[in-house]
């Protein structure tokens, strides 16, 4: 009887020893969890956050870069246009076209610069509504963009005259209509500058070296 008593105790003992040392496993591994989850969570958070701001930094910037090289011509005063961000060689811009060229042989240039800037801003909507837009990065040249974005006129006032450039590869034919429609009336300009009126020569805003050379340079324009 007390044999089986004794027996009866050591296997309850033995029992609650295992349990104890179960219980003692299981509560190691909990606790290790938390420690674990408490040091690699805050890392991998930070890390997705850093890896996302990164990310969005790097599109924000390459936004800002697509949005400057096409905004261009566009802009006007309130940034840089297209052409500054193209390579210029020799006064003429990487890509563009000279179509006519007016050697001046006295130039008031002040009063020709703004006469001209203002009657080239004016033909935004000429032939049609909203066909050009136009932008000047400072008084030595304004720029109209074609609607289609095929091409571009640069019209460029430098001491020895005045040149205009095509900005485009493969222009519409519908751009060189147009084109030719604006640059027939700024040859129509420059002429009534040059010749119109009865002022003296040392007055005029323009003079040429060859009094030929605005008709010369129709020429070049004429669409057919």
């Given amino acids: 009887m007390v044999a089986s008593i004794g027996s009866s105790r050591g296997t309850y003992l033995i029992s609650m020893i295992f349990r104890f040392i179960l219980l003692a496993i299981l509560l190691a591994f909990f606790c290790n969890v938390i420690v674990i989850e408490a040091f690699t969570t805050p890392h991998i958070t930070s890390s997705i ?3 996302t701001s990164t990310s969005t930094q790097h599109n924000a910037g390459f936004m800002d870069d697509l949005s400057k090289f096409f905004g261009g011509l566009g802009v006007g005063n309130d940034g840089i246009d297209e052409q500054n ?4 060689v020799d006064g003429v811009y990487t890509g563009s076209k000279r179509i006519i060229t007016v050697p001046s042989k006295s130039m ?15 033909l935004q909507n000429t032939p049609e509504d909203g066909c050009w837009k136009a932008s ?3 008084d030595s040249e304004v720029n109209l963009r074609y609607k289609d974005l095929s091409g571009s006129i640069i ?4 001491d020895d005259g005045i040149t205009v450039d095509r900005l485009g590869s493969a222009p519409s034919n519908k751009y060189l209509m147009h084109e030719s429609v604006i640059l027939n009336g700024f040859l129509d300009e420059l002429k009534a500058i040059v010749f119109d009126g009865d002022i ?3 007055n005029r805003l323009l003079t040429l070296v060859d009094d030929n ?3 010369k340079n129709r020429e070049a324009i004429s669409f057919g």
Avoid: P, Q, V, W
């Fill in 49 to 51: 956050h850093h890896t």
């Fill in 85 to 88: 961000d193209i390579a210029e």
């Fill in 108 to 122: 008031k240039a002040g009063g020709l610069r703004l006469y001209c800037n203002l009657y080239l801003m004016g």
């Fill in 136 to 138: 000047k990065a400072d």
């Fill in 155 to 158: 019209i460029r006032f430098t």
């Fill in 200 to 202: 003296s020569e040392a």
């Fill in 213 to 215: 050379d605005i008709e």
